[in-house]
């Protein structure tokens, strides 16, 4: 629809215009810092940071019922930049203007039904988000859109000179920053870090062909984000790890669209969002908050995090049940199928508890929770959900297997509904599906393939072929025919197929 088609009153509301006033506030010192400078810890004592608007408040003008309809006309809008996360850009990021917006099509991910006999399996209803189905296919893409229209922003309005932009990834992360960063080329260039052998080889093919530097290091991930560090506190340049607040603001967009597409009823529903480094679950509660606090949603959903018993520090924290005896211990990593999830020392701890806590509170009782499982259950959930109609990945399967042990547990019950975050496109993560197929994980895994879920391909020779095709020389004639006959029957007998009469 286009804007001169809604009513005046409407017409109004329905382009966004930069406004509030957002600052950094430090989680250690609690010191408030200008946007004006790409800050990624506090100047002061180094802790990690989050952006918030100052004038946040001012949105409570408009009633809770009047946001949900501004988001709904939203969608009848044929405007590039608002077809995506920047359809909530005064609860986002509202200091960003519609021209900086670099919209590559990320947001408005399908929520997906689970289907029914796997529904039946697991014991809950439930569906995916399928966040695979972003530019880069991986929810990373939300964070990359706000990062960037925020650099674009500085460029193009603030005067700023070229940016190169600098992350550590276990893949999704650099595949996005390369994307987004490409589509500002030249203004913009990337180089991205790897942990070498860590990530998947079509993770390593995306930055690259998105003509970012990228430089393999030994170690793993945790060692990258080191030195990447190193360089940003040392050297001219954007940092686009989730340390980058912005980052953490487009995640929220997650929540947004969750509660946008649930009609605004969050009320007896559960998300389930994998752990790495804890930016994207900070987001979804950070996210879920402003909804509430702006009476968009009128309940607080349960929110869990899921972790591999290989890569789980947030949920060790948390299994401390009296909150003033936790410490937190960053874990040595072991290998893990859910490698982008893979982290030991989260760099979006500190946003995590600060997050947490003020999120029980405001729900009114204990609704954020970590559950932990094994790297079996992940391999299994994943292929069963693949099996049954879904794209998800190992951490999509990771988020099912969170569900199947809340059910177990008692944590979730069967009138209750779950949304499962499928992080990333299940063929980014082709590789741990091969492996399973194949029964060939390395020891370290732990995985072994349950029989009935494997699935190779035949290979398929009919007996008594003389003649074979072969690229370059195709068979003629009688010896075609024969081909053709010889290997038809031959599949018609291995699938049992009855003849036509
Ligand atoms: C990054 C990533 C995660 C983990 O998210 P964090 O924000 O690091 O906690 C999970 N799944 C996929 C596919 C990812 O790319
Ligand atoms: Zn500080």
Redesign the pocket.
Known sequence: MRLEDFSVEDQKVLIPRPGGEMLYRCLGCGTHHGIDELLYTCPDCGEVLLIEDQQFDRLKKTPGPRWREIFDLRRMLNLPAMKGIFRYQEIMAPVIPLDSVVYLGEGHTPLVEANPPLRQLIGRDFCFKNDGQNPSA???DRGMAVALSYIRYLIEHQGIGRVLSVCAS????SAAAALYGAYLAPAVASAVLLPRGKVTPQQLAQPLGSGARVFELPGVFDDCMKVVEHLAENYQVALLN?KNAWRILGQESYSFEVAQDLDYDLAGRALFV????????SAVMAGLMKLFDLGIITELPKVFGVQSRHADPVFQYYSEQDAARRVWRPVTVRPSVAQ??M?GN?V?MPRVVDLAIRYDQMAGGDKFQVIQVDEQSIMDHMILANRHGHIV?T?GGESLAGLARAAELGLVSSDEYAVLDA??HHLKFIGFQQMYFEDSFPPEFGVHPRPELINLPQEMVAEGLQQLPAPGSPLEGEAFERYVTLTAGEIATRLGLEKRS
């Open positions: 991986s929810f990373k276990t893949g999704d992360t989730s994998p752990i790495g480094n804890a930016g994207n679950i982008a999830a982290i989260p979006s990945c951490q992080t990333a």
